[in-house]
T-cell receptor, first 117, second 109 residues
Framework: GAVVSQHPSWVICKSGTSVKIECRSLDFQATTMFWYRQFPKQSLMLMATSNEGSKATYEQGVEKDKFLINHASLTLSTLTVTSAHPEDSSFYIC?????????????FGPGTRLTVT | GQNIDQPTEMTATEGAIVQINCTYQTSGFNGLFWYQQHAGEAPTFLSYNVLDGLEEKGRFSSFLSRSKGYSYLLLKELQMKDSASYLCAVSDSNYQLIWGAGTKLIIKP
């Protein structure tokens, strides 16, 4: 149980275009989803936290107009990188919690590798 | 502020034992997680400690001392496939995960 999928697993796009990444919880309802970014040889960096039906909470330094997050249902959250630039090339990972009271264990998706040319 | 410290990199020999330490200072504590992350992949859950003591799970064990703000992950009978980054994360008073920078473990034959 507690499986999270991401699509696509990798994407190459041209500078200036937008890319949408989907994160789905397959066998549970994800009340909260998290979006992380990871650059090579660095640790996870939390970008934003999204709760179903409400606006995402962005971490300091993350542009909310550039990284659009939509958590429209209990099983789907999307991250859209708008007007992508080469410096946005990174490994984007989502995770989800099932909302039960507890320590906040996060179930991770397999990640999406974005390359902007 | 909130802070989690773990060594950047460690090297160990196949078949040996290695201990990866993690110290933390957070606003509240609702448990400590260890995750394993292979290069180019997402993290996978290894262990969770909320009470003091040692939790053993096969070749991996995790220890917690809340009074000292300290945890370690112990890996026994190391295998080459254990080469990965190991991430320490603490659940704070709001149940948000605070992440360490990760420890890259290199296993040599």
């Amino acid at each position: 149980g507690a499986v999270v999928s991401q699509h696509p697993s990798w994407v190459i796009c041209k500078s200036g275009t937008s890319v949408k990444i989907e994160c789905r919880s397959l066998d549970f309802q994800a009340t909260t989803m998290f979006w992380y970014r990871q650059f090579p040889k660095q640790s996870l960096m939390l970008m934003a936290t999204s709760n179903e039906g409400s606006k995402a909470t962005y971490e300091q330094g993350v542009e909310k107009d550039k990284f659009l997050i939509n958590h429209a249902s209990l099983t789907l959250s999307t991250l859209t990188v708008t007007s992508a630039h080469p410096e946005d090339s990174s490994f984007y990972i989502c995770s989800a919690t099932d909302g039960r009271e507890g320590p906040g264990e996060q179930y991770f998706g397999p990640g999406t590798r974005l390359t902007v040319t | 502020g909130q802070n989690i410290d773990q060594p950047t990199e460690m090297t160990a020999t196949e078949g040996a034992i290695v201990q990866i330490n993690c110290t933390y200072q957070t606003s509240g504590f609702n448990g400590l997680f260890w995750y394993q992350q292979h290069a180019g992949e997402a993290p996978t859950f290894l262990s969770y400690n909320v009470l003091d003591g040692l939790e053993e799970k096969g070749r991996f064990s995790s220890f917690l001392s809340r009074s000292k703000g300290y945890s370690y992950l112990l890996l026994k009978e190391l295998q080459m496939k254990d080469s990965a980054s190991y991430l320490c994360a603490v659940s704070d008073s709001n149940y948000q995960l605070i992440w360490g920078a990760g420890t890259k473990l290199i296993i040599k034959p």
